[in-house]
């Protein structure tokens, strides 16, 4: 007993790692849900959904119609995903019935994992062009990708409406393992229901956008004659050393250009109506500014991470992180953690 108790606290202490990584994981997801753009945010979930399973890409069904922007392929690469498959190819009527462009027809309430031989055999069949003629269409959509081994899950149909799935896919002869089903089961949920909140907060953000811009009216030194009180609030927000009653001179030489300024905090255009400069203002979010992966970064670096322990967890080196953490504080014109947590603070809180 005396013998096997170190290796049973080495392991107790490998699957506590394991259980923070994959928290910290699930934080990550709800964040972006909150602050980053679909497009964003869906790209940003297979990346992080690539730390705990190794996959070539991903056909993400979001339950919605094919002009709202699902299902979704996306084909990774690295740790930077970029969006290669056109969503009109899973909606082709030459696809109608093709099981790979609806997940499996139905996502499984476990994932089910196989080859492309086996998915295709269980009695679906597709038109062969005539002898000696080219096909008018692929005979399957696993052949157009150059897909191999496919895992998928999703919503239970009959309980979530409208259902959404995720099929991952490798193009090499190496099959999905046991445990990569087991790390898309627990992170399932997690990713369905923050589609759901990132969907609904983008709304939100589009409904507000048009309530947090200000207007005031400045002359052509930038000296404000009239504006909203948040129009000085905002100001200060960009520039808290200088005096919130004139529009310094770094944004007044692009506004007269016909320019718009964009700081760290605020974007500033202007009209001119009727020989009054009309001036508006409306504060950026944080995800127009930071890429969603430098939002991840971040977030754990302002919580108290180390570099290396974010390296470990998102699967890059802690050079990589050095780099992007350094490129972040560039971009917000910030110099240490607790300016950058106070940053996040102000700048990615819900609306």
Same mark, same amino acid.
């Given at each position: ?5 170190? #290796?049973?606290? !080495? ?7 394991? =259980?923070?990584? *994959? ?12 602050y980053a753009s679909p497009d964003q945010f869906l790209q940003q979930a297979i990346s992080l959904l690539q730390t705990w399973i190794r ?5 993400f069904g979001t339950g919605e119609l094919p002009q709202q922007g699902g299902p979704m392929a996306i084909q990774t690469s690295g740790n ?17 019935? +093709?099981?790979?462009?609806?997940? *499996? ?5 476990? %994932? ?10 269980? #009695? ?13 269409? %692929? ?15 999703? +919503? ?5 409406? %409208?259902?959404? $799935? ?21 992170? $399932? ?36 004659? !009239?504006?909203?009180?948040? *129009? *000085?609030? @905002?100001?200060?927000?960009? $520039?808290? +050393? ?13 506004? @007269? ?25 409306? %504060? ?47 971009? =917000? ?11 996040? !603070? ?6």
């Amino acid at each position: 007993m005396s013998a096997s108790a170190p #290796g049973n606290k !080495i392991k107790m202490a490998e699957e506590e790692v394991l =259980l923070q990584a *994959f928290s910290s994981t699930v934080r990550d997801l709800y964040a972006l849900a909150e602050y980053a753009s679909p497009d964003q945010f869906l790209q940003q979930a297979i990346s992080l959904l690539q730390t705990w399973i190794r996959f070539d890409g991903a056909i993400f069904g979001t339950g919605e119609l094919p002009q709202q922007g699902g299902p979704m392929a996306i084909q990774t690469s690295g740790n930077a995903p970029e969006m290669t498959v056109p969503e009109s190819l899973l909606s082709r009527s030459a696809f109608s019935n +093709d099981p790979v462009a609806h997940g *499996f027809r139905n996502a499984p309430a476990s %994932p089910a994992r196989g080859g492309i031989r086996e998915i295709y055999r269980k #009695g679906h069949s597709y038109p062969e062009a005539g002898k000696g003629k080219e096909r008018p269409v %692929p005979r399957s959509l696993a052949e157009e990708l150059n897909l191999c081994h496919l895992m998928v899950h999703g +919503d239970d149909p009959k309980q979530v409406h %409208p259902a959404r $799935w995720i099929m991952l896919y490798r193009r090499h002869d190496v099959r999905f393992a046991q445990t990569d089903a087991a790390c898309l089961h627990g992170l $399932w949920v997690h990713l369905s229901r923050a589609l759901v909140i990132n969907r609904s907060r983008t709304l939100e953000r589009q409904t507000r956008k048009s309530d947090e811009s200000v207007s005031g009216f400045i002359n052509m030194e930038g000296t404000v004659d !009239i504006a909203d009180p948040r *129009f *000085f609030d @905002l100001l200060e927000r960009e $520039w808290p +050393d200088l005096a919130p009653q004139s529009v310094p001179e770094v944004a007044l030489e692009c506004l @007269l250009e016909g320019k718009a300024y964009r700081g760290a905090h605020i974007e500033i255009s202007l009209v001119r109506q009727q020989g009054f400069n009309m001036c508006r203002i409306r %504060p950026i979010d944080a995800m127009e500014i930071l890429t969603p992966r430098e939002f991840v970064v971040a977030r754990r670096f302002a919580s108290g991470m180390s570099h290396k322990q974010i390296a470990r967890e998102l699967g890059v080196s802690h050079h990589t992180v050095r780099n992007q953490l350094a490129h972040l504080y560039r971009k =917000l014109n910030l110099h240490d953690k607790a300016s950058l947590a106070q940053y996040l !603070i102000v700048n990615a809180a819900p609306g």
